[in-house]
C-alpha cells in the first residue's frame, strides 16, 4: 500500500448540552463551558491515526478555534497524530458552515484522505465534510460505517438510518465518519504532549477573504426557550395503583385529548395561516406546540392539534420568486410534507414549486397535487454531478430558495450547491418561513433544549428541513404542469454496490407518542410493548446503548447524538435517564418515566414518574387505556 497522507478535520465543543446563549454580537456563546472533542471527530481521529499507520503514511489534526481549542489537538497527538496545525483569529469568530469549510480548506494541504466527523453535537449540520469535498474539488461519502484502503481507493460501507450501502471511491477523497465507525480516541489529559509542535496559523496564511460573523450568509439570531418546566409527580405503591394514578394524573393534563388528527379541508391558506402551517407539526402538548411554532409574529397551531388545509390551487404564473424542492428517493411522508411546506412558502412570496426529483422518485403528476407547479427530472442521483447540473439550471431560473429534506444525499447535494453558489445553508429546520425583512427563515433545535432562529442573506436561500416536523397537507386536484429533463453524468470517482437506501422516513419525528427503551427492556420483551403502542399509536425509540447492541436501528436512537423528537407524550421505559439520551426528548410535552430505581436520574426530568418494574405496572396501564378507548367508542 502506498504511504497514505492522512488529514483529519477535529472540532472543539461543549461537554453535554450547552445553554444555548447568544453574547452580544449575537453569536453562540461559549465561554464557561466545560470542552471536549466532538464525538464523531473522536471517532476520525481514531480511523486517521490508523490508516496512516498501517500504510507507513503520516497524519495531520486541523482544527479552527480560540486558544483553547488546542486541546483537541493535544489530545489528538496523545492518540498517534503524527502533525497538527491549529488556526485561529479572532476574525473567525461567528463563521457559519460556508465559511468555516472555506477557512478550513484553505489549510488542508497535499492529503489523499481527508476525514471529519459526520456531524457535531453543539451545530448538527452535517454540511462541512461535502463543503470541503465541493472545495477542494474532490468525491464526498459519508457517514461511514467502515472504511479500508486499498490501490489507491477507499472501500467503504455508509451508515442511513436503517441500512447500509458499500461504496468504492478514488482517492482523493473526503469521507465523514459515523459514530459508531470505531472506538473513539480517549486520552486522558494527563497523558497529552505539550504541543510544543503544534502550528498556529491565522488568517493571513489563507486566500484573501472575509471571515467572521459578517462574511456569513446565514446567522443564528436568537435563541428561543421552550418554557418546558417539569414538575415530576413520582407514584408509589402496587403497580396497579399506580398505573391508575398515572393514568389519572394524564389524564388531567390533556394527554389523552388526541391521539389521531383529520387534516382540515381549505381551498386557500391565508398567509399569516400559511406561517402557522409550516412551523406547526403533529401535536405533542401545548408546551411542546409552542416549540413548533414558526418565526416573530406567526401564531402557534391550537391545541385541537396541528393544521393539516388543502393546498390551494396553482398561482398563475410566477413571481419571480421561486421556490427549488429537492426530492432524493424519501418516503411518501417526507416528500409530501416538503412539497406541501414549499407551496405554502411560494405562496406567501409570490412564487412557483418547481419539484425536482431523481428517476427513482415519486411520480411526477403525484409531486404536482403534493404542491409542485412544475416538476424537473434528473437522469442520475450522484450527488456531485447532479449538483454541478443544478448550479448551471439556476443561472437560468434563478430561485429565490431551495429546500430538501435532512437526509444524506439532499444535504451532500445542497451543501455543494451552497458553496458553489456562495449561499450558505441552513441545516435540519423544524420551522420555515419569511420574516419582517423577507427572508428565509427557521428554527433547529439548539443547546439547553432551545430553539435556534437562523436567518439566510444568501441568493437562494438554502435549506434541509426535518421533514417529520412539518405538517402533511390535503394534496390538491391534478392540473397541467410543465416537465423537463436535466441528463445527469455518473460520477466516475464513485461506484456503488449493494445499495440499500431505504430508512423509516419520518416515522418518529411525525409522532405524537413515543415509547423509548433502555437495556433494563430486554429484546425478547419488545412484544409486550406493543398492547401499548398500538393503543396509542406509538412509535419505539431507544437509548444508544440500545442501538450499539443492534436491538434497534440506529434511527431509533434518541439524545445528542442521535434524533431529536417532540412528541406529545414520551414513555421512558426501563432507562436510567442519560443526560445525552434525554437531550433528544427535551422538548416532549409530557414524559412518563418507568423505572424500579427511584434515584434514577430520569425521575428528575419527568412529568410522571412510576417506581416500578416496567413488566408488572405495564398490563395495568394497558388495561386502563383500553377502558378509555372503549368508552370514548360508544
Known sequence: MKPLRVTVLTKQVPKGDHD????????????????????WCRRAVAQGVRLAQESGGRSTAITMGPPSAVDVLREAMGWGIDDAVHLSDPV??????????????????????????????????????????ELL??????????????????RAVVQYDNGTESVVVDLPAVIAVAERSCSPCKVPPEQWPSGDTIRHVTTDALPAARWG???????????????????????????????????????????????????????????TRAAALRAAARGSGEAADASRAGLEGAPAPSPAGGLGAQLSSP?????????????????????RALLGSAALLAQEVGGQVFAVRTDDSADASDLVRWGADSVVSLTGDEPRPVAGVLAKWFAEVAPWAVVAGALPWEREVLARLAVSLGAGMMSDLVSL???TDGLLAGLKPSGGGTLAEIVSYGSPQIATLRTGMLPLLRPREPHAFDHQVLPVERDPAITRTDRRTGHE??????????????????????????????????ELAATRKVTDEGWLPHGRQLGITGRSVAPRMYFAVGLSGNHNHLAGTSRAGTVLAINTDPAAPVFAHCDVGLVAD????????VDGLRTRAERADR
Not at 484522505?113 to 452535517?126: E, F, M
Open 20 to 39: 444555548g446563549r447568544l453574547d452580544a454580537d449575537g453569536r453562540l456563546e461559549r465561554g464557561g463551558n466545560v470542552t471536549e472533542m466532538n464525538p
Open 92 to 133: 473567525l469568530a461567528g463563521s457559519d458552515c460556508l465559511v468555516t469549510a472555506r477557512a478550513l480548506a484553505g489549510v488542508v494541504d497535499q492529503a489523499d484522505l481527508v476525514l471529519v466527523g459526520a456531524s457535531s453535537v453543539d451545530g448538527s449540520t452535517g454540511a462541512i465534510g461535502a463543503m470541503i469535498a
Open 137 to 154: 474539488g474532490l468525491p464526498f461519502v459519508g457517514p461511514v460505517l467502515e472504511l479500508e484502503v486499498a490501490n489507491h481507493q477507499v
Open 213 to 271: 460573523l459578517t462574511a456569513s450568509p446565514t446567522r443564528v439570531t436568537g435563541v428561543r426557550p421552550l418554557g418546558l418546566t417539569r414538575e415530576p409527580v413520582i407514584f408509589r405503591g402496587t403497580p396497579q395503583i399506580q398505573a391508575a394514578r398515572a393514568l389519572a394524573e394524564l389524564n388531567n393534563r390533556g394527554c389523552f385529548d388526541r391521539f389521531t388528527h383529520q387534516p382540515e379541508s381549505l381551498q386557500s391558506v391565508p398567509t
Open 315 to 335: 398561482a398563475a404564473g410566477g413571481g419571480g420568486r421561486d421556490v427549488v424542492a429537492l426530492v432524493g428517493p424519501a418516503p411518501e411522508e417526507s416528500t
Open 433 to 435: 418561513g419569511v420574516n
Open 505 to 538: 422516513g419520518d416515522a418518529l419525528d411525525r409522532a405524537t407518542v413515543v415509547i423509548g427503551v433502555g437495556r433494563g427492556v430486554d429484546p425478547t420483551q419488545y412484544g409486550d410493548l406493543e398492547p401499548l403502542r398500538e393503543l396509542l399509536n406509538a
Open 614 to 621: 416496567w413488566r408488572e405496572v405495564m398490563p395495568h396501564l
